[in-house]
């Protein structure tokens, strides 16, 4: 059992946006500004798309958005293109004892 | 670049030890939290460890406290994590991520080195 919510699975056909959601609780998402977003492609390391809720690292295309409300946070790709299928997890601090919470993942099909 | 090379996997029975090692090459090893970050087969990823950049502060899992310990070596820009009384759950493919940023953000993965606990 993750201690973050995600949906299994998300679809959009190519040029459409997709938006995959994050949920959690007020010692974790809610709490904190620190929720990242990473992609992985089967059989490759995660990367990371998002960070501090809305940042994107250098090379992200902007076409990838983060944002949150409460204790949910969501991953908007916008402009869907075939390489964005992959698996996406969200992540949060929460807390001294516990510094990273994963969500269950995501599965993106580009339809 | 930056570059992180983990080694150290293998099959292991359970309640044995095993030792993985992380190269890590192309920033400031030594100005940077380290984590590991695990993955069981088919699964999701889950947190297991992050040391402080200076190895003074360590930070683990509930489901690993007391049976594994996190370490670095900045004059050898190593990480390190030694992993004792191993159990089937354990079985993962391990990540060693470079830590940067505010809220522990995980930056930079390795290729990740897999460890299988089984009789």
């Given amino acids: 059992q993750s201690a973050l919510t995600q949906p299994p699975s998300a679809s959009g056909s190519p040029g459409q946006s997709v938006?995959?959601?994050?949920?959690?609780?007020?010692?974790?998402?809610g709490g904190y500004d620190y929720v990242s977003w990473h992609q992985q492609h089967p059989g490759k390391a995660p990367k990371l798309m998002i960070y501090e809720v809305t940042k994107r690292p250098s090379g992200v295309p902007d076409r990838f958005s983060g944002s949150k409300s409460g204790n949910t946070a969501s991953l908007t790709v916008s402009g869907l293109q075939a390489e964005d299928e992959a698996d996406y997890y969200c992540s949060s601090y929460a807390g001294s004892n516990n510094l990273n919470v994963f969500g269950g993942g995501t599965k993106l099909t580009v339809l | 670049e930056v570059q992180l090379l983990e080694s150290g996997g293998g099959l292991v029975q359970p309640g044995e030890?095993?030792?993985?090692?992380?190269?890590?090459?192309?920033?400031?090893?030594?100005?940077?939290?380290?984590?590991?970050?695990?993955?069981?087969?088919?699964?999701?990823?889950?947190?297991?460890?992050?040391?402080?950049?200076?190895?003074?502060?360590?930070?683990?899992?509930?489901?690993?406290k007391g049976r594994f310990?996190?370490?670095?070596?900045?004059?050898?820009?190593?990480?390190?994590?030694?992993?004792?009384?191993?159990?089937?759950?354990?079985?993962?493919?391990?990540?060693?991520?470079?830590?940067?940023?505010?809220?522990?953000?995980?930056?930079?993965?390795?290729?990740?080195?897999?460890?299988?606990?089984?009789s």
Avoid at chain 2, 26 to 43: E, L, T
Avoid at chain 2, 91 to 114: D, F, I, K, M, R
Wanted: net charge neutral; aromatic share 10%; hydrophobic share 35%.
């Fill in chain 2, 17 to 64: 030890s095993l030792r993985l090692s992380c190269a890590a090459s192309g920033f400031s090893f030594s100005s940077y939290a380290m984590s590991w970050v695990r993955q069981a087969p088919g699964k999701g990823l889950e947190w297991v460890s992050t040391v402080t950049n200076d190895g003074g502060r360590t930070y683990y899992a509930d489901s690993v």
């Fill in chain 1, 19 to 29: 938006t995959i959601s994050c949920t959690g609780t007020s010692s974790d998402i």
């Fill in chain 2, 69 to 118: 310990t996190i370490s670095r070596d900045n004059s050898k820009n190593t990480l390190s994590l030694q992993m004792n009384s191993l159990r089937a759950e354990d079985t993962a493919v391990y990540y060693c991520v470079e830590v940067v940023g505010n809220g522990w953000p995980l930056s930079q993965w390795g290729q990740g080195t897999l460890v299988t606990v089984s």
